[in-house]
């Protein structure tokens, strides 16, 4: 079974910074370097909103959201995409989850919660 395991998310403070992780289960490492894979991230209630992508060639895309305080990466040797989250603030706070797969847009068409369960990230004023 295919699948995005995130992990990573802590409650920090505002201004702190965190490291997600988002490694494959079921995927071959060759099937992996092949694929672009995505952060999404999730209030509940709320819709899920694309945070930052990093395709098979290396190239990303950042929210405005995020631009200036993420980066994300990718080692295709270990089959994990990393987010590196800078100058958190309030209203970070949400659950993040990885994606891969067909792509529509900037995203994908299947996001959060269809590869994985998330990880939460709690940023406090």
């Known amino acids: 079974q295919v699948q995005l395991v995130e992990s990573g998310g802590d409650s920090v403070q505002a201004g702190g910074s965190l490291k997600l992780s988002c490694t494959a289960s079921g995927f071959s490492l060759d099937d992996f370097a092949d694929s672009d894979v995505g952060w999404y991230r999730q209030i509940p209630g709320n819709e899920c909103e694309l945070v930052s992508r990093?395709?098979?060639?290396?190239?990303?895309y950042y929210a405005t959201s995020a631009k200036g305080r993420h980066t994300i990466s990718r080692d295709d040797s270990k089959g994990t995409v990393y987010l590196e989250m800078n100058s958190l603030e309030p209203d970070d706070t949400a659950v993040y989850y990885c994606?891969?797969?067909?792509?529509?847009?900037?995203?994908?068409?299947?996001?959060?919660?269809?590869w994985g369960h998330g990880t939460q990230v709690t940023v406090s004023s």
């Open positions: 990093i395709d098979n060639d290396g190239r990303t």
């Open positions: 994606a891969t797969g067909a792509r529509y847009g900037e995203g994908f068409v299947l996001a959060c919660g269809y």
